[in-house]
């Protein structure tokens, strides 16, 4: 079993800046990618960033730019810079993972955080 607990969510200006961590935790599991999708009431849940083992990343049209990913592998935490924020960034904000476990390949999501953009 993994279990994600992320942070960094909060109110913030427009023009503003913030960083979410992710951290996963649990044994016997390596990780693959990891990533950052965000939701907004009455929309779907959409990709924002998603970073693999090997480091390469992929970006939302809408983020990129302004928006970076990092991972460290020590910690088995994923990390997300928003600079420039814009009120449509206004959503929760959902870490996922995928692990291996044995030859088993699963996806797991945190609670997700609350980021708001105040114009």
């Known amino acids: 079993q993994v279990q994600l607990v992320e942070s960094g969510g909060g109110l913030v200006q427009a023009g503003g800046s913030l960083r979410l961590s992710c951290a996963a935790s649990g044994s016997g599991f390596s990780i693959n990618a990891m990533g950052w999708y965000r939701q907004t009431p009455g929309k779907q849940r959409e990709l924002v960033a998603a970073?693999?083992?090997?480091?390469?990343?992929n970006y939302a049209d809408s983020v990129k730019g302004r928006f970076t990913i990092s991972r460290d592998n020590a910690k088995n935490t994923v990390y997300l810079q928003m600079n420039s924020l814009k009120p449509e960034d206004t959503a929760v904000y959902y870490c996922n993972v995928d692990v291996v476990a044995g030859s088993v390949g699963m996806r797991y999501w945190g609670k997700g955080t609350l980021v708001t953009v105040s114009s």
């Open positions: 970073i693999c083992s090997s480091g390469s990343t």
